[in-house]
């Protein structure tokens, strides 16, 4: 019998196929680069490993792109056709993918927790559950999954280090500042390559204010992630929100040109649209416009690959971050196809991500493009109502403070300085220590006294 690197089985009977499995599940928990590379190497020392097709497949929906769902469906078409003989185990990872493939995340979600339910160090159904939930907002759902496999984990165990960082980013996003760097600093000690856990440290660093210790914790870290996928880029933009706190703002155009969004770089060559860089993008460069540096071209090559995925409904967090782009070179007429992409998918669309889509992703949108076009009150009329549905966009409390930035500058553009007191007191509660002492809040405050 062949199994992955905790000893869980993998039905197939190849040996080398069953290795390439368990690489790429180890390389997708330390968000390494060569996972695909791993899984087809699987498929094609035993095309009819089940298994294999099913990871693959979860890779594919993983990346929220519509444009990968005819591949997605093929994915599960394979798995289901080999599927004979497989684990109940195996079995719950093909249904999560059939859950996923039609959009009802949190059934798959359900089949992730029902695996560790009976296989609590399957740190890989671990790791694809927290970033379903990631996306979905529910960080609270993600801490109680780790939590419950905690006891079942120790330093015997392969992987422990890739669970300690999921752990750690659990915590951090739930407001355990102290229990998360416990276990994110363990974590590195253990493998300092693990970049996850240098992330989780770092969130923790953000929301209390330690910058320049923020710099320092990556750039002590960062020459271990030769081998790791575009995780870098997002830790990248994470040092370059150091930077702009400080006001240094050479260094943070510096990230963003080498690191953050550098176009010439082998990983963004072979995926210019994915997700989360053009998260890490337009987010930077719309706080460093805030901070008022001039950005000068660097918007324009992101709304060249945004343009064509208007109509992509699979990450609302994604979407909005679309519209700040689109507005940004001011493609208005892109920007009303993307708002009503967003409302037509919210009241006819299926799958989870609807309601998503209609309570928060829709008002972001919405008012990223008011702010662009100078109608603040406009931002704050959509805004405000909705702020406290923003968290169904997904992604951390550190990314999603780029809307709360766009509400807080309309609402002090409009001279509302009750709705910017009273907001500055909600993002403290969202885990931000002393929000009005970061530079963005400063300076929205500053200009506007
Ligand atoms: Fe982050």
């Known amino acids: 019998m062949h199994t992955d690197f905790r000893g869980h089985k993998l039905t197939t009977s190849n040996e ?3 290795k390439s499995c368990a690489n790429a599940m180890d390389s997708y928990m330390q968000r390494k680069s060569d996972v695909t590379g791993h899984l087809q190497a699987a498929i094609e020392h035993d095309p009819e490993c089940a ?5 693959q ?3 594919l929906h993983g990346a929220k792109n519509a444009t990968y769902q005819n591949m997605v469906n093929e994915s599960l078409a394979k798995a289901k056709q080999f599927s004979s003989n497989i684990s109940d185990r195996e079995h719950f990872y093909i249904k999560a993918l059939e859950f996923a493939s039609k959009g009802q995340l949190l059934d798959a979600v359900s089949c992730f927790e029902a695996i560790l339910e009976t296989c609590p160090t399957d740190g890989f159904a671990l790791s694809l559950c927290q970033a379903e939930l990631f996306w979905l907002g529910d960080m609270r759902r993600s801490l109680a999954a780790s939590s419950l496999v905690a006891p079942h984990w120790n330093g015997n165990i392969p992987g422990y280090s890739e669970f300690l960082a999921m752990h750690a980013f659990d915590l951090e996003e739930a407001g355990q500042y102290q229990e998360a760097e416990a276990a994110g600093r363990l974590a590195v000690d253990i493998q300092p390559a693990n970049i996850w856990a240098t992330h989780a440290v770092t969130h923790v660093m953000y929301m209390q204010g330690r910058h320049t210790e923020g710099i320092d914790w990556i750039s002590g870290l960062q020459d271990n992630w030769q081998d790791v996928g575009q995780m870098q880029f997002h830790v990248w933009w994470h040092k370059c929100l150091f930077h702009l706190e400080r006001a240094e703002h050479d260094a943070v155009l510096e990230g963003y040109d080498n690191w953050v969004r550098n176009r010439e770089h082998s990983l ?4 210019p649209d994915l997700y989360i860089d053009l998260q890490n993008g337009s987010s930077l460069l719309w706080r460093l416009e805030l901070a008022g540096v001039d950005v000068a071209h ?7 690959v945004v343009v064509g995925r208007v109509a992509d409904m699979s990450s609302p967090f994604t979407s909005a971050h679309f519209a700040v782009i689109l507005a940004a070179v001011k493609d208005f007429s892109a920007c009303e196809q993307l708002i009503d992409a967003i ?3 919210s009241h006819n669309g299926e799958g989870t991500l609807t309601s998503h889509y209609a309570k928060a992703a829709l008002p972001a949108a919405q008012a990223a493009v008011a702010h662009r076009r100078g109608e603040y ?3 704050v009329d959509i805004l405000y109502p909705a702020r406290k549905n923003l968290w169904l966009m997904g992604g951390s409390h550190a990314q999603q403070d780029l809307f709360f930035q766009i509400l807080l500058d309309a609402a002090a553009k409009c001279g509302d300085q009750r709705k910017v007191d009273l907001l500055l007191g909600e993002i403290e509660q969202i885990g931000f ?3 009005a002492q970061l530079a963005s809040y400063k300076l929205i405050k500053q200009q506007h006294a």
């Open 51 to 55: 298994i294999a097709h099913a990871y």
């Open 343 to 345: 409302k037509h998918y």
């Open 298 to 304: 660097r918007w324009q090559e992101m709304a060249d």
């Open 268 to 271: 963004v060559q072979a995926l």
């Open 57 to 59: 497949g979860l890779m």
């Open 16 to 18: 080398l196929a069953a």
């Open 377 to 379: 009150q406009q931002v």
């Open 433 to 435: 220590v002393e929000p």
